[in-house]
């Protein structure tokens, strides 16, 4: 029965994600390989893992309703997989009900290779103001949004950024993964991005907390008090060195809300944090009121 389950909820999930326009990162093929030997599979019909083809699915804001914004969405999942579902399309079609285009980014499992999750959340970036105009896009408001290690990853294209387009406009991050300091950081995500014994210059590069300019985007903020799996730290650390710079933060904190809670209902005060993040849009003047 269970199987059967998983089964119907696999092919809603793929339906799902056929409606949406599917692009490509690298239509002619990736130009290196992260080393990963086993294909791309379900974990579960709401996580994907072992990613290797990396693209992105648009979310775009009908035109009518459209008022400029775009947001690249990179779900999290430990940079062993991604929770496509959860931390992606429904925030996605979020966003489009306030105007916003939204895109969700399957972006390749590093392996050790430090560099490849960066690498394709900068060319989904450089695809999207490319077609900015076709999407009803200001190229001035296209940000980046990270859950948990994909939070990590947001962090890193919001601080590691060399050019115009590769630098989001704002981030938001959900309890993410910020620092690859081992006292503080998720094992299993600074495992996954720099292998088990990762020299101190890389872990001091990925540590997000530690690359803040004066140049970082605004950033809002989201974390539980009680996350088991990504300490708090992470996020209070990463708005202590945004603030220390001038750059408009905001973190909201929730004393119980565990790790990955999403949007879903749970009927706790963290389930108003979706709010709170459409009102700093607002006065961020990427949403309207």
Sequence with gaps: MKQISLIIALIMNITLISAQ??????????????GLENREKFRDPEFIVDISEPRMYAYPAPK?????????????????????????S?????????????????YRMPNGNHFIPLKDAQTAMAIIHKKAKKWNIDKKKI?????????HLAATAGTHFKTKTQRPAFMLL?????????????GGSR???????????????????????????PTFLVHAKDDGAVPIANSE???????????PAKLVVYDK????????????????WPEELKNWMIAQKLANP
């Design 90 to 106: 429904e925030f996605a079609e979020w966003f489009n009900k306030m105007g916003i285009s939204a895109f969700v980014l399957y």
């Design 191 to 217: 495992n996954n991005l720099l292998g088990k014994n990762p020299s101190e210059e890389m872990v001091k590069l990925y540590s997000n907390e530690l690359q803040v300019t004066k140049k970082t985007p």
């Design 237 to 247: 650390n990463m708005l202590k060195a945004l603030e220390a710079k001038g750059v």
């Design 143 to 151: 940000g980046i949004m990270g859950f948990s290690a994909g939070g």
């Design 257 to 272: 809300g565990g790790h990955g809670f999403g949007m879903r209902k749970r009927n706790i005060p963290a389930d108003n």
């Design 21 to 34: 326009e599917e692009i490509k990162l690298y239509p002619k093929g990736t130009p290196e390989s992260n």
């Design 174 to 186: 959900a309890y993410p993964v910020v620092t690859m300091d081992k006292n503080v950081t998720h």
């Design 64 to 88: 009518e309703t459209a008022n400029g914004t775009a947001v690249l969405i990179c779900p999290g999942g430990g940079y062993s997989g991604v929770s496509q579902i959860k931390e992606g």
